[in-house]
């Protein structure tokens, strides 16, 4: 079982940067794949990218390729997701969870952390 922690939200202006991590409070995290979601008031929630358990293979939806970029440092047992050139429409609630790699539905997804707020002024 692995439980995971999602850290580094906070309100910045369009334009800006954010980096989240998503740490692992309990087992490890070198033997899962993370996808990274968010949800905005209101809406469902929305695959963003996703890291691959061996190597650094990733991918990203449309709306945030070239911006967004997953890492990850098995020996912190943290997954990033570091956020750049960010709009208003990237305010959401961001998760990050374990789950099968390639897949953008969220109910495929196993284990979630409470989630991180990310908000974009104007």
């Known amino acids: 079982q692995v439980q995971l922690v999602e850290s580094g939200g906070g309100l910045v202006q369009a334009g800006g940067s954010l980096r989240l991590s998503c740490a692992a409070s309990?087992?490890?995290?070198?033997?899962?794949?993370i996808g990274w979601f968010r949800q905005a008031p209101g809406t469902e929630r929305e695959f963003v990218g996703a890291?691959?358990?061996?190597?650094?293979?990733?991918l990203y939806v449309d709306s945030v390729k070239g911006r967004f970029t997953i890492s990850r440092d098995n020996a912190k047992n943290t997954v990033y997701l570091q956020m750049d050139s960010l709009k208003p429409e990237d305010t959401a609630v961001y998760y990050c969870?374990?789950?099968?790699?390639?897949?953008?539905?969220?109910?495929?997804?196993?284990?979630w952390g409470q989630g991180t707020q990310v908000t974009v002024s104007s």
């Open positions: 969870a374990t789950g099968p790699y390639g897949s953008s539905w969220f109910r495929e997804y196993d284990h």
């Open positions: 309990a087992g490890t995290l070198s033997s899962y794949s």
């Open positions: 890291i691959y358990w061996a190597g650094d293979k990733t």
